[in-house]
């Protein structure tokens, strides 16, 4: 079955980066879209951008534009964001989504926590 | 551009019927047939519940339902259970990002 585990939680300063990881398997990676959503703590869902792990071509939300990588290892059926600069503001849960025509496979998520 | 518009609560006693609205402009919901609610219980990743309006995944109970008018996408559970306790949002494809997602909706079953 589907299945996408993502790295464990994180703590970082402000100022710093962080790269949060997503492995995908039962499927194939390159098959399929996959997406970054974020939810700060007891706030909804916040789209953050896609990426597509066949030709690694991505489309960031105009708001994290700049300091938002995505990237892929088809060898290991990994995506990656990576998000720079980080602020208190980004303290969330970031997941990752397939798109099968919605985002029908979620990650676990992983709390980014950003404090000094 | 701006989340979906969704009401902050809604609740109801079990065996009841709810619906959560969702709605949209033109250029998001209102323009195209991809509307999706998730599901997501406390400390869990969202769970598809409805895609393109009305279609239920396999394995999701056919006491929720969706539909569309306009810009206004709606969410209906019927038959009420206590597990249906629990955040609702819903999304859709836009013109100019592939997703914009609703404020999001607690469900409360009394």
């Known amino acids: 079955q589907v299945q996408l585990v993502q790295s464990g939680a994180e703590v970082k300063k402000p100022g710093a980066s962080v790269k949060v990881s997503c492995k995908a398997s039962g499927y194939t990676l390159t098959s399929y879209y996959m997406h970054w959503v974020r939810q700060v703590p007891g706030q909804g869902l916040e789209w953050m951008g896609i990426i597509n792990p066949s030709g690694g071509d991505t489309t960031y939300a105009q708001k994290f534009q700049g300091r938002v990588i995505m990237t892929r290892d088809t060898s290991t059926s990994t995506v990656y964001l990576e998000l720079n600069s980080l602020k208190s503001e980004d303290t969330a849960v970031y997941y990752c989504a397939r798109e099968a025509t919605v985002l029908d496979s979620w990650g676990q998520g992983t709390l980014v926590t950003v404090s000094s | ?110």
């Open chain 2, 1 to 110: 551009q701006s989340a979906l518009t969704q009401p902050a609560s809604v609740s109801g006693s079990p065996g009841q019927s709810i619906t959560i609205s969702c709605t949209g402009i033109s250029s998001d919901l209102g323009g195209y047939n991809y509307v999706s609610w998730y599901q997501q219980h406390p400390g869990k990743a969202p769970k598809l519940m409805i895609f393109d309006v009305s279609n239920r995944p396999s394995g999701v109970s056919n006491r929720f339902s969706g539909s569309k008018s306009g810009s206004t996408a709606s969410l209906t559970i019927s038959g009420l259970q206590a597990e249906d306790e629990a955040d609702y949002y819903c999304s859709s494809y836009t013109s100019n990002r592939p997703v914009v997602f609703g404020g999001g909706t607690k469900l409360t079953v009394l």
